[in-house]
């Protein structure tokens, strides 16, 4: 990326806003000339004269590429190994383990207010961080730097967070469903509804399969 005074200061908002989301049938792109962000979406037709306009100008736009859904769970793991509260963390890397993690971290910090707004901070630096990445290796002129600068790396290592292990390997879902079988095999008939009430503590305890 070069700097030109004289050249269009893009939207960073809306840039921010298109690096973060990665919807597949969602399409973004740069208008060199405007510093607008041009948003396509596969299903909408009234976005017709958009691709027009695009593929007539090939040089004008920019297509961005939002940070994908597994570079953004490693920003979730960063953070977990980050927070200090240990019956917090491990809520967390419960939350994050199986289909539906996103949801499921969001929702264990509601609860959580304080490490809620840290974590929207947290996770600004690295998207921040991502996007100057992707800049500098595109061959664009822009009117004038990121506002944000260029911040530094959280301290956490950029590695899969280490989670709790079951036996023979489990993650900590299939642990409890694995407690949850054996208890239903060892019970005899006469005991099946105590075996009822702890299946339904456990479930209230691990992320539900469906999600």
């Given at each position: 990326m070069r700097v030109d005074p004289s050249a269009s200061k893009p939207d960073w908002s809306a840039l921010e806003t298109a690096f973060e989301h990665n919807a597949p049938e969602t399409h973004s792109y740069?208008?060199?000339?405007?510093?607008?962000?041009?948003?396509?979406?596969?299903?909408?037709?009234?976005?017709?004269?958009?691709?027009?306009?695009?593929?007539?100008?090939?040089?004008?736009?920019?297509?961005?590429?939002?940070?994908?859904s597994r570079e953004q769970y490693r920003w979730m793991e960063r953070f977990v190994a980050s927070v200090e509260d240990t019956a917090l963390r491990d809520r967390l890397v419960l939350a994050?383990?199986?289909?539906?993690?996103?949801?499921?971290?969001?929702?264990?910090?509601?609860?959580?207010?304080?490490?809620?707004?840290?974590?929207?901070?947290?996770?600004?630096?690295?998207?921040?961080?991502?996007?100057?990445?992707?800049?500098r290796t595109k061959e664009i002129?822009?009117?004038?730097?990121?506002?944000?600068?260029s911040p530094d790396q959280p301290p956490e290592p950029d590695i899969p967070l280490e989670k709790p292990v079951g036996r023979r390997g489990e993650g900590p879902t299939e642990t409890l469903r694995s407690k949850a079988k054996d208890l239903v095999e060892q019970l005899p008939a006469l005991e099946l509804p105590a075996a009822i009430a702890y299946l339904r503590f456990l479930a209230e305890r691990m992320p539900s399969v469906h999600e």
């Open positions: 740069l208008d060199l000339d405007s510093g607008q962000v041009v948003t396509i979406v596969d299903s909408r037709p009234e976005d017709d004269d958009k691709r027009l306009s695009i593929r007539r100008h090939p040089g004008r736009f920019v297509h961005l590429d939002p940070a994908s994050i383990d199986g289909k539906g993690a996103f949801r499921r971290f969001k929702d264990v910090l509601l609860s959580y207010p304080v490490e809620r707004d840290r974590w929207f901070s947290y996770r600004a630096t690295l998207l921040h961080i991502y996007i100057n990445n992707w800049l002129t822009l009117g004038e730097n990121p506002p944000w600068g």
